[in-house]
């Protein structure tokens, strides 16, 4: 079993920046995905970042250019740089790992990111 815990988030102004972080409990060297999504109250669940095995990246269009995700394998940690944030990327932010296709993917708790003047 894994466990992912999450820090940062809060409340911020247009155009600031914010660094989530997700801690595993094991080794993500061999994770098949990390990435990071976010929900909006009345919307639907999206993708905004992933890192496949370790290397490949991508990211939703709406972000692309402001937000970054990247790893530290020494801390077990992932990521997520936010830069230039709007007020639509207020959100639930989570934390998402992947490390067998035939087992269940692990969840962070997620955090509050509020963008707002």
């Known amino acids: 079993q894994v466990q992912l815990v999450q820090s940062g988030g809060g409340l911020v102004q247009p155009g600031g920046s914010l660094r989530l972080s997700c801690a595993a409990s094991r080794s993500i060297l061999s994770a098949l995905s990390m990435g990071w999504y976010r929900q909006a109250p009345g919307k639907q669940r999206e993708l905004v970042a992933i890192m496949i095995s370790g290397a490949n990246t991508d990211y939703a269009e709406s972000v692309k250019g402001r937000f970054t995700i990247s790893r530290d394998n020494a801390k077990n940690t992932v990521y997520l740089q936010m830069d230039g944030l709007k007020p639509e990327d207020t959100a639930v932010y989570y934390c998402?790992?992947?490390?067998?296709?035939?087992?269940?993917?692990?969840w962070g708790q997620g955090t509050q990111v509020t963008v707002s003047a």
């Open positions: 998402n790992a992947r490390f067998s296709f035939v087992g269940d993917a692990y």
